[in-house]
């Protein structure tokens, strides 16, 4: 029999939903499994057969196309569609806030106390002193002032939204001026100028995208100028024959012609890095000392919390700012509440802080630290004794991420892996597929996993994923 016969008999032989449907009901694994998605499941696993039979050279193997071949595809195809689109992944590649798995990692307290307003009523806007509605910034406006030494301070869901409602509130149909060398983009596409004209505000800039002095700024000035605004560049840097003035000048020439001074630090902090050696980032307390009418962050940066754009700042602006109509539209839910507040009290104690936020706990890891943590990997993978795997430890370097300290590059240890008769790409592709997956990075010819962002409790996981890589196809 020539192969297209062999083809149309394979063919003609594929089960039916119904019959297959038949095959589920003395197996305990679909009991509760709702029909729409065994249905489908079943469809997809018998277009898949029929599309490996349409295209397969010969010789065909029968078996490999029967009922119970079929069935073995189902359950893949029911577990795919059972489990949760978004779900945990191990952060193996060393870069501290990362944007594509889900940015900063929730301190345990925050995580508890998350899970406790979740599953029960609050005093979201109720304010029990009063017996009456209250303010929803209520939980953390106090928080931050506190910290930031700002009068006033409310939070909305993202950064960008936070810079939107600010300039819509302050600046609409007025003039803005910013320097050219501050008109950032970060990740999305997400342009200060876009921002600027959805606001209604209208850009000025102002000196050059290397340099910019005081006296750019204040030529610019016209009657219809609402704000002078400072972008901090969080993710990129000018280095070179450059100059920008400083916040303190340019609060200073606001006070002068009475315009307000509004900084976007982006990916702000409130812990001073170069006390534990890294690069110097400009903290939000110092651009309240220094005289900013506003300032704006984000929550789920460099401060280690949940997704939020936080706004601080002169009590009249920031009062003014919460009257917007589109501040509606942008607020935070009792779940980001309860996590950020959670996260800005830990800040109370800065050392136990840099212990307790996950980001800053990673971000701050001793090379020693992280080379214990690589080698003990390192030799539960020699375990499998297993003459294919190379295993090395490699020093590279981590990232902060999130757009934040673009140039600096944390020493750490790495466990790069090698299989003979896989590629690295094959590797990389079959653990970004375990459960959860194990998502690295390729250096060279070796699949590699940074230390830095894997927890310790991960550690048994990647070696069960690179088990069942190792086992021998049947």
Known sequence: MDIDQTRQNLLRKLPGVDRMLEYTKDDLFYETVPKTVLVRSIRGAVEEIRKKILHAEGPFIEHAFSPASIMERVKDHVQTAMAMNLGRVINATGVVVHTNLGRSLLAKEAVENLLNIAARYSNLEFDLAAGKRGSRYACVEDLLCELTGAESAMVVNNNAGAVLLCLETIAKGKKVIVSRGELVEIGGSFRIPDVMEKSGAFLKEVGATNRTHLRDYRNAVEEDTALFLKVHKSNYSIVGFSAEISLKELVALGEEHQIPVMEDLGSGTLIDFSKYGLAKEPTIQESVSDGADIVTFSGDKLLGGPQAGLIVGKKALVEKIKKNPTNRALRIDKLTLAALESTLRLYRNPQYAVEAIPTLRMMLL????????????????????????????????????????????????????RIEGMSANAIESVLRRNRPPVIGRIEGDFFVMDLRTVQNDELQIIVEALARLLEPKE
């Not at 999130?402 to 466990?415: F, H, I, M």
């Open 366 to 417: 001793s090379r020693d630290v992280i080379e214990r943590h690589a080698q003990r990997l390192a030799d539960l993978l020699a375990h499998f004794d297993d003459a294919r795997l190379n295993i090395r430890l490699l020093d590279l370097s981590s990232k902060v991420g999130g757009g934040a300290l673009p140039l600096l590059n944390l020493p750490s240890k790495c466990v790069g892996v």
